[in-house]
């Protein structure tokens, strides 16, 4: 009954085109919204963009040249005639007749009196002004063809409204129903706006939802267990460190340790700047953990960082009898079993992994604590199910997503926040500069001078990850540098390299086998390689500011000079934000300026913040109204059972 093929226009053919834009089902089709609206509205003949109605008075001529047809007629528009050409519509000439009435957009040419037409519509515009929808579109796909098979799955489509009654008569809201068909088909703005409003509304309030059951998950589950730390051995630990912590680092200790000594289960989120040094927070408080003889988890969104949090952690865990395992959805399975194995008796008592360590299959023994590095890569389904494993573990998150206060409380509402704010001493602020594509020389002597200081670069190309030509162009970016730098090693690193290759070109570059790295954006979370003091972005303007602080953030771990070149043809208010500051907070509320809060620092990537319409900056009050009603509604949560659904199955309310 969901599925595509069920409704009219939709062929095999179609179906795969809905694909390509993620469309699946019939929900998703009717839920996938126009991005703008155009507003048309009769124009005169000197307007830039024509818009006029008319009466069509010859018969429609239709001529091929090349691979192109052209369609041509004449077109009454009250107070002259005008003649109208059309180009690859010839599909439409059965549609055109001698009296048809038929609106027009395109471009006038006033000495050959030809309207050059873009679009045609089968209406007239009168007077009114009509509110056209606009998609995102694929090949093979037009605006109009999809509006109607929106329209035509309209009826097929099974609405469940989330908003209870309660607060839809509150804000008088209309049916989703409705709400959903006026978005495709607005007649008027009042309607659109109060279809639009509605529906946002019901993405945030679903979302506040969560994150309130999830607030109130963890009161109730207050029994957490009380951990007794030998503190000694910790001040032992971080004095036998090869830095002194900073400040901030010490009071998230603090805050961490306080959390653990209480029988009050942690839920605690470090927010920190890149560089800032959350690892070492994280590592000591598993340390904390195995001296009271509990297992630590350690969950990182990639292969690369897990392998590098797992290095890291052998290497200060040396001198201690630990048992620390690597867990990734490329390991073995003979591997996993025993993993898995010694896991579950207890032999293992730190596990790092990437998301393969919540794996259903996996039987803790005495899981205390469990770690989640750049949780912003994480939705709210996978924040929840790591911490349902073992017994009430308590749980931390990283994140390197400076987000401003205020929504910090409201999206991580569920959490208490600790932020690391200052950097470790000794950290010159990193010169970021931005280069035309025509100083491409000047770059190279620049990489050229670096190298000789024995430093390690970075390239970075704006490829999309697995796309088609991402081969191609890196090869050629590499050939490029093989030729200007001979006597250096340089590697690649890309996402069609299998992880086996990926580790080692890491690895080696870690190690100083390679002394120039170009990359996609795969390097982009986490990875610490301190020898590095340049990065260079190639076409920058692509990256969104979270993206290009992250990368940024790869270099100036040492107390040499760093550098970040970032090559445009582009003017870009970004790049010049991107040069002006290093502060993770301030590029976030920049970044929230530019761009609204869609696709705030990366916060996008987390399955649950990916509203549809909704937008967390400009729709803040009522993200805020969301945050209140959903509070209410979960008091009495008995009263909606398709809401206590939602929540059973997200993230395991009972
Ligand atoms: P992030 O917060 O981005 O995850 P990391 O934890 O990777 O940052 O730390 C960045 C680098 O800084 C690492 O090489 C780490 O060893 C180092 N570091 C962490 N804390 C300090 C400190 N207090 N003094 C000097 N270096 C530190
Ligand atoms: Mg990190």
């Known amino acids: 009954m969901f599925d595509l093929n069920t409704v009219k226009g939709i062929g095999e053919k179609t179906e795969k085109i ?29 307007d830039d963009k024509v818009i006029i109605s008319g009466k069509i008075i010859s018969e429609p ?86 509006n109607t098979i929106i329209n035509n799955s309209l009826s097929n489509a099974h609405f469940t409204d989330y908003i209870p009654d309660i607060i839809s008569n509150k804000y008088n809201f209309i049916s989703k129903k409705e709400s959903i068909f006026n978005i495709h088909n607005p007649n008027n703005f009042e309607i659109l706006k109060k279809s639009i409003t509605r529906t946002k509304y019901e993405e945030l309030f679903l979302f506040m939802l969560k994150i309130n059951a999830l607030k109130y998950k963890n009161r109730k589950l207050n029994n957490g267990y009380k951990k007794d730390i030998d503190m000694n051995k910790i001040y032992e630990f971080i004095d036998s460190l090869p830095f002194k912590l900073t400040t901030d680092q010490l009071k998230a200790l603090d805050d961490i340790f306080n959390d653990l000594k209480s029988d009050r ?56 009898n630990i048992n620390i395992c690597l867990l990734l959805g490329s390991t073995k399975k003979s591997e996993k079993k025993k993993i898995y194995e010694d896991i579950k008796n207890g032999n293992i008592n730190i596990i790092i992994g990437t998301h393969s360590i919540i794996q259903e299959d996996i039987k803790y023994n005495n899981l205390g604590l469990v770690i989640t590095d750049e949780q912003h890569r994480f939705g709210v389904n996978q924040r929840n199910s790591l911490r349902n494993k073992g017994n009430m573990p308590d749980v931390l998150y990283m994140s390197a997503t400076p987000i401003p206060r205020t929504y910090a409380l409201t999206i991580y509402g569920d959490m208490d926040i600790s932020i690391i704010k200052s950097m470790p001493s000794g950290r010159k602020k990193i010169i970021t500069e931005i280069y035309d594509t025509s100083k491409l020389k000047e770059v190279l002597y620049k990489i050229k001078s670096e190298l000789d200081l024995n430093h390690q670069i970075y390239i970075v190309s704006p490829l999309i990850e697995g796309s088609e030509d991402e081969n191609e162009d890196i090869n050629k970016l590499e050939k490029k540098f093989k030729l200007a730098f001979k006597n250096y090693n340089i590697g690649i690193l890309h996402g069609k390299l299998n992880t086996k290759e990926k580790e080692k070109v890491m690895n080696d570059f870690l190690n100083k086998k390679i002394d120039l790295l170009i990359s996609t954006t795969v390097i982009e979370v986490g990875v610490d390689v301190k020898n590095a003091s340049l990065i260079v972005i190639f076409d920058a303007y692509k990256f969104g500011l979270a993206t290009l602080h992250q990368l940024r953030g790869r270099v100036g771990r040492n107390d040499f000079q760093s550098y970040c070149i970032l090559i445009s043809n582009k003017d870009s208010k970004r790049l010049e934000i991107m040069k002006d500051t290093n502060d993770g907070f301030i590029l976030a509320e920049e970044d929230l300026k530019l761009r609204g809060y869609g696709d705030l620092f990366g916060v996008k990537q987390s399955g649950d913040m990916t509203f549809k319409l909704a937008n967390l900056t400009k729709d803040y009050n009522m993200l805020i109204k969301a945050k209140d009603d959903s509070e209410k509604i979960l008091n009495e949560i008995e009263k909606y059972p398709i809401l206590k659904d939602i929540l059973k199955e997200t993230i395991n309310m009972d």
Do not use: W
């Not at 001296?291 to 865990?317: D, R, W």
């Open 265 to 320: 289960r942690m839920n605690r989120l470090i927010q920190g700047d890149v560089g800032s040094g959350k690892t070492i927070v994280s590592i000591i408080s598993m340390y904390a953990l195995y001296l009271c003889n509990y297992q630590c988890a350690l969950m990182a969104p990639t292969e690369i960082l897990a392998k590098q949090h797992y290095e890291n952690i052998i290497n200060l865990f040396k001198p201690y």
């Open 61 to 146: 001529l239709i001529s091929y040249f090349n691979k192109m047809n052209r369609l041509s007629f004449r077109l009454d528009i009250k107070d002259s005639i005008i003649n109208v050409i059309i180009f690859n519509r010839g599909f439409l000439k059965n549609n055109l007749q001698i009296g048809k009435i038929v609106t027009l957009i395109g471009k006038y040419e006033k000495k050959k009196n030809i309207l050059l037409a873009s679009d045609i519509k089968f209406y007239d515009i009168g007077n009114t002004t009509y509110i056209e929808p606009v998609y995102h579109l694929t090949k093979g796909l037009t605006n109009k063809s999809l």
């Open 18 to 46: 809905l694909n390509k834009l993620d469309i699946y089902n019939i929900n998703d089709l009717v839920t996938y919204y126009p991005f703008r609206y155009d507003i048309l509205k009769k124009t005169s003949l000197d």
